[in-house]
């Protein structure tokens, strides 16, 4: 008898987990996703104190000491522990406000392009036809254009700016959250509890934002999540050609286009800002990649 | 089947409609005056301002010259560079070889690296091949190609000294006739001796570089498409026969996996073109990416405009191929 009962209810799940928990737990499995969040958390603080823990500003000069070494190489030394770039300043303290500016690009990126992706997905789904169309073949000519080319083409418009940055990238990405909402809320809407929740006299504002949104939102999330990474690499691609952050910035993008001048001489000039997107986006990707298994199991990446 | 071409067919005029639109108006809205980029700084006389005016056709309505931009286009005039006074269309046509020379070997070593590595990776699910290997996918998923490519400058070509650090051919030592605009079948034309193998070389670097974030989305592809198969029937009887692994995984499997890797090749167009403009600008490759920003820098916005019209026709084209392919293979696609 004991037995039948301990089949009847498996030990390892209890009833009352809640979703925050069960999400964590699941979440937890992914070694490498669990590690990313490690690195992505560590580079969020970072960001965030960089003006308490670099040791100088980021552009402050050093006339003495101009492209010095890295302190475990040959003259190098505990005063700059990246070194310094071709003005004499400290990398390591560029680098940590680098930190600031990249994620800065990615979160209002994602920020923004969450938002409108939001609204005009909707607004696809319940303004009627010719809304949907137009949008939806904004969004195909969007696609159409190479993400860079298109990107490059707005900041021609717009001019280079940190900012300019920001609007070329989110216009890049945002035909994805369109179409994700789009694609979601067109399939809750033919789903019972929505039409359940029309009969009970739902209005349409109320219908959209807290009856479908919701029910929409993990995949959402998951490419909200892969879209900061995203926006980081084009953003410092953007850098590195000239049309992003404009120097003095401590953008890693335009850090690594005034290094390329000394490829042969300052090697660890070129290496350095390129590790940092790296490591940035690669934590971003594997932090990602994690929650999308976690949220969906059916999502997994293909 | 003549109707879904049809369909497919007539949902990228009005995307192309809507480039024209955007693309003219954007172009309009950039700061600086063109004629003075091709006049100079130094200033000219009112009269002669307004004749370049008028060639440039700035006088015109904005409506009449939108009208003539599209008129233009529909006759396959892309307008002229401001810089150089070339048609747009025929410098585009004297660059884009270098470019598709340039992506078709970064695809190609991206298919063959990044299809056998899946296929290991999914055969040993969980071993430490699969583990390293998709660890490697998420780092070329996530590679800064701009650094990639300085890296691979900065040790392969420069302290190893095993490849040339930029351009497509050693122009001291060989020198011919663009017949192909394709560096490899040009210099095997010319008969000259090590002339190919010295394109080859120039060749690697670039190719790595554009190919790496396609290999890393290929190898996933591969992996999960295989996982998928290894599980169906079909796959299980070729075991029960008796076949030797190997061939299960290599002919039975992996020729179904291929589809869906087939298609994600095909839509890697539009990120091969983003990725050639950072690989041309790092290795100074003399293809229509390079072209573009060196249009931007010389404000010559005709060329912008007609580069990013015909780059982002390329890829409208070849995603409509790509389309019309895999609803010929796939009846369900054709008729959903």
New interface residues.
Partial sequence: MADVVAQVSPPTVSQDVSPLRAFWDAFKENR?AVAGLFVVLLIVVIAIVADLIAPYGPNEQFRDAVRVAPMWTDGGSGRFILGTDGLGRDMLSRLIHGARISLFIGAAVMGVSFIIGVLLGLACVSLGNTVDVVVT??M??I????????A???V??L?PSLTNTIVAVTIVYLPRYVRLVRASAFTELSKDYVTAARVAGVGPWRLMFTTVLPNCLSPLIVQAALGV?DAI?EA??LG??G?GAQPPTAEW?TM?ADA?EF??SN?WL??L??VA??IT??S???AG?GLRDALDPKM??? | MLRFLLRRLALTIPTFIALMFVTFVAIRMVPGDPVEVRVGERGISAERLEMFRHELGLDQPVWKQFADYAWQLAHGDFGSSIATNQKVLTEFAALFPATIELSVAGMLFAVLLGIPAGTIAAARRGSIYDQTLMGLSVTGYSMPIFWWGLLLIMFVAERWGLTPVSGRIDLIKYYFEPVTGFMVIDAWLSGQAGAVKDALHHLVLPAIVLGTIPLAVIARMTRSAMLEVLGEDYVRTARAKGLPIWRVIGVHALRNALIPVVTIIGLQVGALMAGAVLTETIFSWPGVGKWLIESIARRDYPALQGGVMLISSVVIGVNLLVDLTYGFINPRIRHG
């Fill in positions: 490498g073949r904004l195909d000519l696609m159409a254009v190479p993400s860079l080319v298109l490059i083409l707005v021609a418009v001019g990474s690499l410092a691609a590195f050609l049309l993008g690594l390329r490829i042969r090697p070129v290496t800002p390129g997107i790296l986006v690669v971003i990707n594997l990649d997994r990446r293909s």
